[in-house]
Each structure stands twice: as structure tokens, then as C-alpha cells.
């Protein structure tokens, strides 16, 4: 589906592409994804991330 790819592709960024660290269709994966898990702001994203790797280790440690 690409969704966070297509919507990037039609979106002006201002961004220097030298200095970009995060493209722009990773910084709407991220946002987008939060707001469908129920994260409100950014703040929050640390916590999701931290989940996340919390249930991938966990899933890998099962599979051993």
C-alpha cells in the first residue's frame, strides 16, 4: 500500500536533502502509526518505541 510513501511524494519538504537525517515519509510513518495506536504527541513516542522493541525481543527469545 505504501500509504506514508504516496502521501510524501506529493508533499512539499523544505528540508535541505543534504542534511536530512529522517525522510519525510518516515517522519509520517511515525506520526500517522502513533495516532492510530492512540499516542496524542510526540512526547509519547519514546514509550511506543520502547514497546515495540520490548515485544520484538520478546517474540525473538520465544523462537530460540
Not at 510513501?5 to 502513533?34: F, G, K, N
Amino acid at each position: 500500500m505504501k500509504l506514508t510513501e504516496r502521501a510524501a511524494s506529493v508533499l512539499y519538504d523544505p528540508r535541505d536533502p543534504d542534511l536530512i537525517t529522517h525522510p519525510l515519509h518516515d517522519l509520517l510513518h511515525q506520526r500517522i502509526y502513533a495516532i492510530v495506536q492512540g499516542y496524542e504527541d510526540l512526547n509519547d513516542h519514546a514509550q511506543a518505541r520502547s514497546r515495540v522493541h520490548h515485544w520484538q525481543r520478546r517474540k525473538q527469545s520465544r523462537s530460540v
